[in-house]
């Protein structure tokens, strides 16, 4: 399973961005997808996850009401809609497959593939 991240980029406080992770191999469509993001001298973070069927989500509170991830499996591609970015929004944004698993999680840990990140800033 390999993974892309893209549309990372700067943006002015109050803006959107629309992050994507394609997906390459079968098993996107039984496989549940994560994004996390990384700033400058802090640990990995949960933003959002979706599930295999896409009927559960879930978000970190830090971004809950303003980001929403979503999928398409005729695309493989997953995809986090970010709106009223604000300057600690700022960080490089990865995505996550839980493959072989359907069921989301918060865990860093319990994701097996990874994209290469994609940077996002958000000035003040």
């Known amino acids: 399973v390999q993974l892309q991240a893209s549309g990372g980029g700067l943006v002015q406080a109050g803006g959107s961005l629309r992050l994507s992770c394609a997906t390459s191999?079968?098993?996107?469509?039984?496989?549940?997808m994560g994004w996390f993001r990384q700033a400058p001298g802090k640990e990995r973070e949960f933003v959002a996850t979706?599930?295999?069927?896409?009927?559960?989500?879930d978000y970190a509170d830090s971004v809950k009401g303003r980001f929403t991830i979503s999928r398409d499996a005729s695309k493989r591609t997953t995809y986090l809609q970010m709106n009223s970015l604000r300057p600690e929004d700022t960080a490089v944004y990865y995505c996550a497959s839980r493959r072989p698993y359907s069921t989301t999680s918060r865990a860093p840990s319990e994701y097996n593939y990874w994209g290469q990140g994609t940077q996002v800033t958000v000035s003040s």
């Open positions: 191999g079968r098993t996107f469509s039984t496989s549940a």
């Open positions: 979706i599930s295999a069927d896409s009927t559960t989500t």
